[in-house]
């Protein structure tokens, strides 16, 4: 069964930091790309960050760019997402998902096909 685990959201002042972790089961973690995504209540989900399995290449959302870093611990099944100089803006539910192959072509939902949970982080001001 494959499972997506999100953890480590909270609440934070702005400016601050969270470091989210999506451990994932159930599938060969090499063969698939990871991404985060966001949604707030009443708005659609939007792609904060991607990374392929295979060359690690990334995506970042022109709103986390130089504040977000994304990462994967391949032996742990494991893929992070740093989250520095958090906003306000940045409160929402967080999704990690599982791509449908190795590769993001434009991160979007349509390229994912297994979700988390989701884990809230709020960031007040």
């Known amino acids: 069964e494959v499972q997506l685990v999100e953890s480590g959201g909270g609440l934070v002042q702005a400016g601050g930091s969270l470091t989210l972790s999506c451990a994932a089961s159930?599938?060969?973690?090499?063969?698939?790309?990871i991404g985060w995504f966001r949604q707030v209540p009443g708005k659609e989900r939007e792609a904060v960050s991607c990374i392929s399995s295979s060359e690690g290449d990334t995506y970042y959302s022109a709103s986390v760019k130089g504040r977000f870093t994304i990462s994967s611990d391949n032996a742990k099944n494991t893929v992070f997402l740093q989250m520095n100089s958090l906003k306000p803006e940045d409160t929402a539910v967080y999704y990690c998902?599982?791509?449908?192959?190795?590769?993001?072509?434009?991160?979007?939902?349509?390229?994912?096909?297994?979700w988390g949970q989701g884990a809230q982080v709020t960031v007040s001001s």
């Open positions: 159930g599938f060969s973690f090499d063969d698939h790309a």
């Open positions: 998902a599982r791509g449908l192959i190795s590769l993001w072509v434009f991160c979007s939902e349509v390229e994912f096909g297994s």
